[in-house]
Structure formats: C-alpha cells, structure tokens
C-alpha cells in the first residue's frame, strides 16, 4: 500500500525558507512522477511544482517560479520541495502526490493517484 507523509512545514516570517519532505512507503518514489500541491484557506487547491520520473524534468507554477526547487532523493525515496524568499501568500497546506500513469509530470491534480494528508504552512511576520 502507497503511503505519502508530508513534514517540514511551520510558521516562517516573509522573506524566510523552509524545506518540504515527502516520504513515501510501499513504494520507490523514484520511479514515479510526483508533484506538490497547495491550498489555502478559501481557495481552490493549485499544483506548485512537479518532478517527471523519466528524465528527472521539473515544473513550476509561475508563482513560486525561481524561489521553490524540487528534488528528489531515490535512495532515500523522498521528494523535497524547498522553499525561498517566502511570501505570505505561500501560506497554505501543502500536498505531496504520486501519479502512477505519467511519465512527464504535469501540475494537474486530477492526474495524480496516491495523496499525502498534508504539512501547513505559514508565513507571517
């Protein structure tokens, strides 16, 4: 069984960084297209950024374009999202998701299988 944990979430002043972690159990997350997406309160959930199994290319919402970088760790079958120059309209609970089917991720949340419950994050000063 497929298990996603996300960690590394807290509250950081603007301008600040954190490190996002997702694990996963069950499975090598290196073989397997992963994404992170967000919500905040109110809204609708958005994808942030994703990394493709098959040549490691990565994507990002123009939002969080040059300040976030996602990588992964295969050995350690953990994805890492880290986060710079946060902004307060970064505050959101954060997902992992796995997508069993694509090659090249894409940050559309529909195709993505497997969800973790999610790290809150908030930046405020």
């Known amino acids: 069984q497929l298990q996603l944990v996300e960690s590394g979430g807290g509250l950081v002043q603007p301008g600040g960084s954190l490190r996002l972690t997702c694990a996963a159990s069950g499975v090598s997350l290196g073989d397997y297209a992963v994404g992170w997406f967000r919500q905040a309160p109110g809204k609708e959930r958005e994808g942030v950024s994703c990394i493709s199994s098959n040549d490691e290319s990565t994507y990002y919402a123009d939002s969080v374009s040059g300040r976030f970088t996602i990588s992964r760790d295969n050995a350690k079958s953990m994805v890492y999202l880290q986060m710079n120059s946060l902004k307060a309209e970064d505050t959101a609970v954060y997902f992992c998701?796995?997508?069993?089917?694509?090659?090249?991720?894409?940050?559309?949340?529909?195709?993505?299988?497997?969800w973790g419950q999610g790290t809150q994050v908030t930046v405020s000063s």
């Open positions: 998701a796995v997508s069993l089917l694509l090659r090249r991720c894409v940050l559309t949340e529909r195709r993505y299988d497997y």
